[in-house]
C-alpha cells in the first residue's frame, strides 16, 4: 500500500474541529450544490458519495460550523442522466450555491462546463478521473483525486510488469465522452511497446453486451479492463462468465468497488485500481476514523465511494474553515489547491490495486 501523507486529516480532527467558534456578522449558511445519481443505475455512487461528505458536515455544523455559519449540502438526482445535470446545475447556481461539489460522471460534468465557464463557481472535487479534471484549464475547477490514467499506468505496471501479461482488451460505455481511459491505458501500453488487442465501445443492453463478448473472446485476451459503473461491469462480468470466457477482469475506481461486489455474481480473477485505501481494513488509521464516525452516525455500511467522500468533505471543510474571517472564492481556490485526498511523500495521489473478491479486498501494491 503507499505510504501517504495524512497531515490534512490530523489538521482537521485534531485542530480544526476543536476550534471555537469566533463572532461572525453573518449566520447564513454556506451553501455546497451536488447533482449526482440518487435512481437510476448508477444511484448507488451519488448516496455513497453523499453519505460520506455528511458525516464531515453533520459533525463540523455540530460544532458550530464556519465560523458559525452553518454548512448546507443541497444536492439534487441527475440519475447519471447528463441534460438533467445541466437543469440541475442551473437550479443549483439559482439558489446562489458558494460552491458546485461531487458531481459524479464524466458526462454530466462535460455537460455543465459551458454554463461553469460562463459562471466560474468553484467547481469542487468532483467523482471522475477525467483528465480535463485532473489537469483542468480552468482555476475554479479543484480536483483531489488520482486520474484515469494515472490509474491505468498503475494497472498496466501491475499487469505488464509484475504478471507479464501482454493480451489486453479495453472495453468503455458508449455514453463515456473522452475520459482519457483509452488513452491512459493505451498510451501505458505503448511505453511497453504494446498495444491493445481491441478498444471497443459498448451499450448496456443484454443483446450489445452478449455481442461484445463473443467480439473479443476468440481474440485470447489475458485481460480485459471494464470502465464503466458497478452494474455495467457487473453485468459484463457475469455474462462473460456465464459463456465461460474467464480471462482477468479489471475496472477502475469509477465503478465503485464495494457497489462492484454486491452485483457480481463470479469472482474469478476480478481486479480495480481505486484512488482511496480499502475502506473495510480498520487497520489503516484513516479508515478506523472513517468507519468511527460512520458508526456515531448509524452508519455501518462501509464503501470506497463514500470514503472518498469523506475525504473530500474533510479538505473542502478544512480549507472553508482557513478562509472564515473572509469567505471568498479566490481563497477557498487558493487553499484547496495543494490539497489532495491523499498525498504520498512525493507529493503524488495515490493509486490502490486489489483483488476483488466476495468478502474482502486483497491489496497488490
Do not use: W
Not at 245 to 267: C, E, N, R, V
Amino acid at each position: 500500500m503507499p505510504q501517504t501523507c495524512h497531515k490534512l486529516l490530523l489538521l482537521y480532527f485534531t485542530t480544526f474541529l476543536s476550534v471555537a467558534v469566533m463572532a461572525n456578522t453573518t449566520t447564513e449558511p454556506v451553501k455546497l450544490g451536488m447533482s449526482a445519481p440518487f435512481s437510476g443505475p448508477a444511484a448507488e455512487l451519488g448516496v455513497d458519495y453523499r453519505r460520506g461528505a455528511d458525516l464531515v458536515f453533520t459533525q463540523l455544523n455540530q460544532r458550530g460550523g464556519i465560523n458559525g455559519r452553518q454548512i448546507q449540502l443541497l444536492s439534487l438526482d441527475d440519475a447519471y442522466i447528463a441534460a438533467q445535470t445541466i437543469n440541475n446545475t442551473q437550479s443549483l447556481l439559482q439558489q446562489q450555491v458558494f460552491a458546485l461539489f461531487g458531481y459524479v460522471g464524466t458526462p454530466g460534468v462535460e455537460a455543465v462546463l459551458p454554463i461553469l465557464r460562463q459562471n466560474r463557481t468553484p467547481f469542487l472535487a468532483a467523482f471522475t478521473g477525467a483528465e480535463q479534471l485532473a489537469h483542468p484549464n480552468h482555476e475554479f475547477i479543484i480536483n483531489l483525486r488520482a486520474s484515469y490514467q494515472q490509474e491505468a499506468e498503475a494497472q498496466i505496471r501491475y499487469f505488464v510488469d509484475e504478471q507479464n501479461l501482454t493480451r489486453f482488451v479495453i472495453l468503455v460505455p458508449a455514453d463515456e465522452l473522452d475520459t482519457g481511459i483509452e488513452y491512459g491505458f493505451s498510451q501505458a501500453l505503448q511505453q511497453r511497446k504494446l498495444q491493445p488487442l481491441l478498444v471497443r465501445r459498448y451499450l448496456l443492453n443484454q443483446a450489445d453486451i452478449e455481442q461484445t463478448i463473443a467480439t473479443i473472446k476468440p481474440l485470447q485476451p489475458q485481460v480485459v479492463i471494464i470502465a464503466g459503473s458497478y452494474q455495467q461491469v457487473a453485468k459484463m462480468i457475469n455474462t462473460a462468465v456465464n459463456q465461460e470466457f474467464m480471462p482477468a477482469f479489471s475496472t477502475l475506481s469509477f465503478a465503485g468497488i464495494s457497489a462492484l461486489q454486491q452485483h457480481l455474481k463470479h469472482f474469478v480473477q476480478v481486479y480495480a485500481s481505486m484512488v482511496v485505501p480499502d475502506p473495510s481494513n480498520n487497520q489503516h488509521h484513516l479508515v478506523a476514523q472513517y468507519q468511527q464516525h460512520s458508526l456515531q452516525s448509524g452508519v455501518n455500511q462501509f464503501s470506497d465511494v463514500s470514503l472518498e467522500g469523506y475525504l473530500a468533505a474533510i479538505a473542502i471543510s478544512t480549507a472553508l474553515d482557513q478562509c472564515r474571517l473572509n469567505l471568498q472564492h479566490s481563497c477557498l481556490l487558493r487553499q484547496l489547491r495543494p490539497l489532495n485526498l491523499l498525498q504520498q511523500s512525493d507529493g503524488s495521489r495515490p493509486v490502490f490495486m486489489v483483488q476483488v473478491s466476495q468478502r474482502q479486498l486483497k491489496p497488490l501494491n
